[in-house]
């Protein structure tokens, strides 16, 4: 599944997932899966998810306006990051054409641009468990207590290193990503600032934050 995630990607971590679903054609790093391949039609009503199909063809399971804002995210992610750390709207730009239901924020830390992506992609129980044997799922009281999955874009240490990547909470509906990128997009570490357990707890936050 890794093989397959583009090393410079600025995509939700979330499309990375659907891999271990899907497969990789051409065991490439530059490889774009598609959403979750399920085929459930979404409920009528009030309150139903939208119904304008993704580019797999799949109802999202949330409206764009159940997406929170980068005003209510910025509670979040500034309590998370380093005193100094600025809203950065670069990170506004790095979204995926092929998710409908999808927002995006930018943080300036120590150099790097920390960003939050929101997405509406959903999976299936049996895709839900088949994911959560994947090696980089990771154990997370707060997720737990969310009822969420936790990943990261590769197999990390402690909750207390600092994150050097991507990191995932998402249940069959929303998916949240935290990443640290480098002023050229490569990942890197945000120093001081941002641990894997903290960005963790953030996405889980961030998660909550979904209407």
């Known amino acids: 599944m890794l093989a397959c995630m583009r090393g410079l990607s600025v995509v939700p971590l979330a499309l990375v997932l659907a891999v271990s679903l899907v497969g990789c054609s051409d065991g490439g790093d530059d490889v774009e ?40 995210i910025d509670a979040v992610l500034l309590a998370a990051l380093p005193a100094g750390t600025t809203p950065d709207a670069a990170g506004q730009t790095f979204d995926d054409p092929s998710v409908d239901v999808e927002g995006s924020c930018g943080y300036r830390a120590n150099g790097a641009l920390v960003q939050v992506t929101v997405s509406a992609i959903p999976f299936t129980e049996d895709e839900m468990a088949a994911l ?42 929303v998916s949240v990503s935290i990443t640290a990128r480098a002023e050229g997009g490569e990942p890197t570490v945000v120093p001081e600032a941002l641990t894997i357990g903290a960005a963790t707890d953030a996405a889980v936050a961030v998660h909550d934050l979904v209407g």
């Open 33 to 72: 899966p598609s959403a979750s391949a399920t085929s459930t039609p979404a409920p009528d009503g009030p309150g139903a998810p939208s119904s304008t199909p993704d580019a797999g063809g799949v109802d999202a399971p949330i409206a764009q306006e159940d997406i929170p804002g980068c005003e209510e």
């Open 132 to 173: 959560a044997t994947g090696p980089t799922v990771r154990p997370s009281a707060t997720g737990d207590a969310a009822g969420l999955l936790v990943m990261t874009s590769d197999e990390m240490g402690d909750d207390g290193e600092w994150l050097n990547g991507s990191v995932l909470a998402f249940d069959g509906a």
